[in-house]
């Protein structure tokens, strides 16, 4: 959080591929941890185009701004498996892999 920062933030869910699900703006002086639950939520609403069902994301990798206990258990609670990066913890080569796809499709 950048606390009196003028300007933006763009959040962005994404499939494996990279392809976004669903996209959001913030003012730039929010937290980033503030913002997966109204996007999450907002996902869960919307329906397969093909299927008709809902979406249901099985995964969800994030990085270390988003490392909080209540996170955690409400992801849980919706039966999505968490892979979120622990502050204070190097990241590993793996879980990198998977959250740089976020940044390719941010670019």
Known sequence: MDR???????????????LPLVVGVSSGNTHDSERLKPMVTELQMRHHPRHGRP???????????????????????????????????????RLGRHRWVIERTMS
């Open 55 to 93: 979406i249901k994301p099985g995964k969800l990798h994030a990085d270390k701004a988003y490392d909080r206990d209540d996170l955690r258990r409400w992801l849980r609670g919706k039966r999505i498996a968490v892979r979120i990066a622990r502050r204070g913890v190097e990241s590993s080569q």
């Open 4 to 18: 009196g920062k003028p300007g933006s933030k763009m959040h962005i869910l994404s499939d494996r591929s990279g």
